[in-house]
């Protein structure tokens, strides 16, 4: 049954995915690799956490039959290997699970390989498939048969005649050799593998800081001091910079594009290149020894103190963003721009959580990996196109109507209705009937395996 | 560690051989029956791939560790990173120049392959 599994799957693979582009084909795909997982790891969907995880695949795949979009297919692919190395290692740290995922679906086959002949170094011989005995077997005899006939054809025009007959035509090769590849996938998945080493140090790594029992009370406190003059003087400097900055917010009359873009883009990378200092230099004072001084009480407020002034830096850079959106539109360069305030503001603040509750810098890569997993997740779930283009076409004072019509497909349909119902210049109405007509036409062409859910809506039929 | 690389290479050069012409051939099989010589004319040049790879990519991962660990350990420590950007150098090469997908396939699980064979030779002793 379960060989068999591995067999459709290949097969499906390969039915699914041969010259086709991506649609419903990924979408049955994360279902056959799911079905496979859970065939092969029964145990493993028992796990709340596995259970979970595979929900949010399941989100994901679907996503990518309703938008097809780059960002749904890219959380697919993730989602998929943090699924898998969950399965192999569900107590795992998630960036663990990414890499034991991908592992396990790049490399797994040769990993177990690897085991079986280790194996049966050690115990009698296991009565498990040499696959690459069945390579051997198959492949070398078909190479040397090859190099043979083509000798014998050259010597015997009989011979030659005969072999010009055998016409392969009817069996696609190519076909074969891509369900071939299905099945080392999905044989690779089956069982997943976990990266000795970091998988066992990860488990074996907690969130807090361990007080090391005789630390020197005479060098911390000259770090403590330190620490105090060094972030005194970062937040006397943050605070003049908040107060020119918000004197510039709120004097410019300047509403040029240029000017916003400058700003916005300026200000962000001065805010990833502050933020990350920030943190580093907020982890180096408090690795260790510092954390477990009495005295540290003010180096905390300061540092807290510090890590507030920065959120209100990220509001800064949010309010310049909003308003550039308010006047020249959504786009997706301005809305990475929130995505990243956002993830900012939660890095910030589980900085602050490590400083309080003493925890270490594997806390601080845990939680926020798992945010951006799941702000990956909830952003592949959104038709960002269409909410773009009914954004600035609604409310934006300025459009930009090429970079609307140079967006995916997904907008298309608004597009059309807005051509239809508002009056629009002539070159904007060819344009939007052009994308109108070329995207019928693509829909028309596709294959089943190649369907989204816009195939199946009554208007473009 | 001693390592048996001529074997190795040897293995590797048919390997290689096999997969990078049972890729071309699936293209248009009927077509491309009468390609022998271009097939031992090739394992010159994949052989010298293969040595190079082995040679300055997988050995000095058994060579360069403790003598105190076994080839399994070195195996179980360096593989799966060695796995993870061999595939990302080979799924890269496949995407950006699709004609040579053949060379990156064989490329990708020859290199994988040797090192199997090389942290499991002691096995092979054995068995022969």
């Known amino acids: 049954m379960k060989k068999l599994s591995l067999f459709i799957g290949a097969i499906l693979f390969s039915t699914l995915f041969y010259r086709q582009n991506v649609g419903l084909n990924l979408t049955l795909f994360s279902l056959i690799t799911f079905l496979v997982l859970s065939i092969y790891n029964p145990k493993s969907f028992k796990n709340r956490r596995t259970i979970t995880l595979g929900f949010l695949y399941f989100i994901t795949a679907i996503s990518i039959f309703f938008y097809q979009s780059t960002l749904s297919i890219v959380a697919n692919y993730v989602a998929f290997f943090t699924l898998v190395g969950s399965v192999s290692q569900h107590k795992s740290s998630i960036y663990i699970n990414w890499i034991n995922g991908l592992y396990t679906f790049i490399a797994g086959f040769f990993h177990r390989n690897f085991s079986v002949l280790e194996n049966e170094q050690k115990v009698k011989p296991k009565k498990s498939i040499d696959y690459v005995q069945w390579i051997k077997i198959i492949g070398i005899p078909l190479v040397v048969l090859i190099i043979f006939i083509s000798l014998y054809k050259n010597g015997n025009p009989v011979f030659n005649d005969l072999i010009s007959k055998i016409d392969f035509s009817f069996l696609n090769f190519q076909w074969i050799l891509f369900a071939a590849l299905g099945y080392y996938l999905l044989y690779n998945i089956s069982t997943p593998i976990s990266i000795d080493p970091a998988t066992e140090i990860d488990l074996t790594t907690n969130n807090y800081l361990n007080k090391i029992e005789n630390f020197s009370i005479e060098n911390t406190k000259k770090e403590n001091q330190l620490g105090i003059i060094l972030i005194s003087l970062l937040n006397v400097l943050i605070v003049i910079f908040l107060i020119t900055d918000f004197s510039f917010l709120f004097s410019s009359n300047d509403f040029r594009a240029s000017i916003f873009s400058s700003q916005v883009h300026d200000g962000i990378n001065a805010l990833i290149a502050s933020i990350i200092i920030a943190i580093i230099i907020i982890l180096y004072f408090f690795r260790g020894n510092l954390n477990f001084y009495r005295e540290n009480k003010t180096l905390k407020l300061l540092s807290y103190t510090w890590i507030v002034l920065n959120i209100i830096l990220v509001a800064n850079t949010a309010v310049k963003d909003y308003q550039y959106i308010y006047y020249f539109g959504l786009t997706y360069k301005r809305i990475g721009v929130l995505v990243y305030l956002l993830l900012t503001v939660i890095g910030l603040i589980t900085t602050s959580i490590k400083v309080m509750q003493i925890k270490n810098f594997w806390y601080l890569l845990r939680v926020n990996t798992i945010t951006a997993f799941a702000v990956l997740i909830i952003c592949c779930t959104i038709n960002w196109d269409k909410h773009i283009t009914s954004y600035n076409l609604n409310y934006a004072k300025a459009i930009d109507f090429n970079y609307l019509i140079n967006l995916s497909n997904n907008n298309t349909l608004l597009l059309k209705s807005y051509s239809d119902h508002l009056v629009l210049n002539s070159e904007n109405k060819r344009l939007v009937t052009n994308k109108y007509n070329n995207y019928l036409n693509e829909l028309k062409t596709r294959n089943w395996q190649e369907l989204t859910y816009d195939n199946f809506k009554k208007e473009l039929k | ?128």
């Open chain 2, 1 to 128: 560690m001693n390592l048996n690389v001529p074997l190795n290479i040897m293995k590797s050069t048919l390997l290689a051989t096999i997969i990078f012409w049972v890729v071309i051939l699936s293209k248009n099989f009927h077509e491309n029956i009468d390609i022998a010589l271009y097939i031992l004319v090739s394992m010159v040049p994949i052989s010298i791939c293969c040595t190079a790879t082995i040679l300055f990519t997988i050995a000095p991962f058994f060579w360069l560790e403790n003598n105190n660990k076994t080839k399994r350990d070195v195996f179980k420590k360096w593989f799966p990173f060695y796995a993870i950007l061999s595939f990302g150098l080979c799924f890269y090469g496949s995407i950006s120049t699709p004609e040579i997908i053949c060379f990156f396939s064989a490329a990708y699980f020859t290199s994988l392959q040797s090192w199997v064979w090389f942290a499991s030779e002691k096995k092979l002793k054995h068995s022969i």
